[in-house]
């Protein structure tokens, strides 16, 4: 199950990433995985190779190929607390580039070169993203409803915001299934920012999932950071598990 390194071409430039198969078999149906702020890494490649050990054929794009092939950042500073605000200085300005317009585009050219591997079924796929990326797995749902049947989204933050364009104001685009999994006491996404978020699904008649998961940092699932909680990240497993297997296996 060991991921493959490949280049994925979009509209602005090829995006380095991680294509984790079965190792026999198929068609499978096709996963995204989205990646959080500190990108590519082995951490990634691992849950790449998790998920695709169940029947899938995921690929894990560095979602901020713009700047640079992984990895951006210096990754031993994961592990320290300490260098948190030095880690952001430098992909803060890699975030914010990441506009609806950018994640649309590259949303579809991932997805089209998703469908092109032979062992790939034909249909919609899926994503799973993680703190930005779960926001950006949601950003491309609303763009491309028709291309993606579900979205997980794990420990995700500014799903709500004051500005005009923030992601859950774009939900009554949504015809597939959404999953969240909130980290407890996240100041990306608080208690008052979820509930925002379940009336605009519930006003949009969108099917989802929306749960806390108690004591669980932002990040919970990242084992390289001092924010995992192994408890935390055997929950997501089961709740991205069922929704996947539900999905494609009915």
Not at 6 to 15: K, L, M, Y
Request: aromatic content about 8%; glycine content about 8%; hydrophobic content about 45%.
């Amino acid at each position: 199950m060991q991921p493959t390194n490949v280049d994925v071409p979009t509209a602005d430039g090829t995006a380095d990433a991680y294509l984790a198969r079965p190792d026999s078999g198929g068609p499978f149906p096709g996963v995204l995985l989205f990646m959080d702020a500190f990108g590519l890494r082995p951490r990634l490649a691992e849950m790449a190779a998790t998920i695709a050990a169940r029947g899938y054929v995921v690929l894990a794009p560095n979602l901020f190929h713009r700047s640079g092939r992984s990895p951006l950042v210096d990754l031993s500073a994961l592990t320290d607390d300490s260098r948190r605000g030095e880690l952001f200085e430098r992909l803060g300005p890699m975030m914010a580039a990441l506009t609806p317009d950018a994640v649309a585009r590259d949303t579809a050219a991932y997805l089209d070169f998703l469908a092109a591997q032979p062992d790939v079924a034909p249909g919609p796929a899926a994503i799973t993203g993680y703190c930005m990326g779960g926001t950006n797995a949601l950003r491309a749902i609303e763009a491309h409803p028709d291309r993606i049947a579900a979205v997980a989204a794990f420990h995700a933050g500014r799903v709500v915001t004051d500005a005009p364009d923030s992601p859950h104001l774009g939900v009554g685009a949504v015809t597939g299934e959404l999953y969240f999994g909130h980290a407890d006491q996240d100041a990306s996404m608080t208690a008052e920012q979820i509930e925002t978020l379940e009336k605009a699904l519930d006003a949009a008649g969108v099917t989802y999932r929306s749960e806390v998961y108690p004591g669980a940092r932002h990040g919970y699932t990242q084992a390289d950071t001092p924010m995992y909680d192994a408890r935390a990240t055997d929950r997501h497993w089961a709740a991205l598990f069922d929704l996947l297997d539900r999905t494609f296996r009915g």
